[in-house]
């Protein structure tokens, strides 16, 4: 092949140090040193497409099967202590099988989001899973509140008929009656300080940002929303409890969605426990 006239193409040696060296038609030239490097093309390179976004690698880490082994470990373990305590009696009744319950629960969901983070994160907690507080969440949370209750409302109405010969008023978890006398101030520990806490540090932290990044924002807080709500038939008391279960799940969504454009946990952990608080206040007031 013909390359054309000896002076048609200068080659630059790969460390462009303006050695050059020239094509005669049979051979190349030795390195002329101190030549000019010719000008760079005037057409640019192409350019490659910036990546899609990604969510951050803490939300694209494992940890969903973590979850479900925690809930279900501290659902078991929380089933044993009750089974144990009633089988020598309930030794300090009531408030004592509560109490020792819970922690057993809270055990397991604390345990998966403790490993997920050493396991897979950086071990801290509010790089992990967002758990982090600031003074506006405290606004936010009395709004996230009253929406969580009208959502909880707007979801039962279609529900209502079905059972409200069943229940009056569908809850989960310590039926009614045995809430008496040392059991008001434990139980209002555990629903106002303890669940908002714990559950929105498993559920929300843990468990939605890895359905997020897996499913996108609308079906990753359905999703989450949808197992918040399955996760309270712990405390089933019978088909009106399927009532507080869709309501859960409906004011889930609504903390979901707080969490989710926040970036944070304080704002849902801090609705979660106005919303737990009215609840709590209406049933202390009967009504």
Request: charged share 10%; net charge positive; aromatic share 10%.
């Amino acid at each position: 092949m013909s390359a054309g006239p000896a002076t048609a193409g200068w080659y630059a040696d790969p460390y462009r140090t303006a050695q050059l060296r020239w094509w005669d038609g049979r051979q190349w030239s030795g390195y002329v040193v101190g030549a000019p490097i010719p000008p760079a093309p005037s057409s640019p390179l192409p350019v490659a497409p910036a990546p899609a976004w990604a969510p951050p690698p803490r939300y694209r880490l494992p940890g969903l099967g973590v979850a479900a082994l925690g809930l279900l470990g501290g659902s078991g373990l929380g089933f044993l202590i009750v089974f144990i305590l009633d089988r020598a009696g309930q030794p300090g009744g009531t408030a004592v099988t509560l109490s020792l319950s819970e922690v057993g629960l809270w055990s397991g969901l604390v345990g998966a989001v403790f490993f997920a983070s050493r396991r897979w994160g950086t071990g801290r907690f509010s790089t992990d899973f967002g758990w982090r507080i600031r003074p506006v969440d405290a606004g936010l949370g009395v709004l996230g509140a009253a929406a969580g209750h009208a959502a909880g409302a707007v979801a039962v109405l279609p529900l209502y008929a079905a059972f409200h010969d069943l229940v009056r008023q569908p809850q989960v978890g310590l039926p009614q009656d045995q809430i008496h006398g040392a059991v008001w101030p434990v139980y209002g520990v555990i629903v106002i300080l303890g669940a908002p806490v714990i559950e929105e540090l498993f559920f929300r932290g843990l468990v939605q940002t890895r359905l997020v990044a897996r499913l996108g924002p609308a079906w990753g807080i359905a999703a989450t929303s949808v197992i918040f709500g399955a996760a309270h038939l712990i405390g089933w008391q019978g088909a009106g409890s399927l009532l507080a279960a869709t309501a859960i799940a409906a004011s889930g969504a609504v903390l979901g969605f707080l969490r989710y454009r926040t970036g944070r946990l304080g704002t849902s952990t801090v609705a979660h426990a106005l919303f737990n608080a009215m609840a709590f206040a209406l049933l202390a007031a009967g009504v």
